[in-house]
């Protein structure tokens, strides 16, 4: 059974820092390219950051230089580094799999990032 599990959501001062992980059970994890993407309230789901097994990334221009995308194969763990998070940057944010070149195949049950005063 796949299983992708985010953690490290919570409250955060503009400003400030997060750091989300994800944690993949089920699948040779090395093969996949992954991802991060969010979604706030009224708008669609967005892509945030990826990175193909070889640890190629692409971010999106809203949040580069201040976002870092990051994968431990070894460990199975992709993380996501939040700098300078802006109110705007408030979404559930959802870790996802997919084999290249394929949609996503495997969603996370997401994580709550507030950035807020």
């Known amino acids: 059974q796949v299983q992708l599990v985010e953690s490290g959501g919570g409250l955060v001062q503009p400003g400030g820092s997060l750091r989300l992980s994800c944690a993949a059970s089920?699948?040779?994890?090395?093969?996949?390219?992954m991802g991060w993407y969010r979604q706030a309230p009224g708008k669609q789901r967005e892509l945030v950051a990826h990175?193909?097994?070889?640890?190629?990334?692409n971010l999106a221009d809203s949040v580069k230089g201040r976002f870092t995308i990051s994968r431990d194969n070894a460990k199975n763990m992709l993380d996501l580094q939040m700098n300078s998070l802006k109110p705007e940057d408030t979404a559930v944010y959802y870790c996802?799999?997919?084999?290249?070149?394929?949609?996503?195949?495997?969603w996370g049950q997401g994580t709550q990032v507030t950035v807020s005063s």
């Open positions: 996802a799999a997919n084999r290249p070149g394929a949609p996503i195949t495997f």
């Open positions: 089920g699948i040779i994890f090395s093969i996949y390219d």
């Open positions: 990175i193909t097994g070889g640890e190629i990334t």
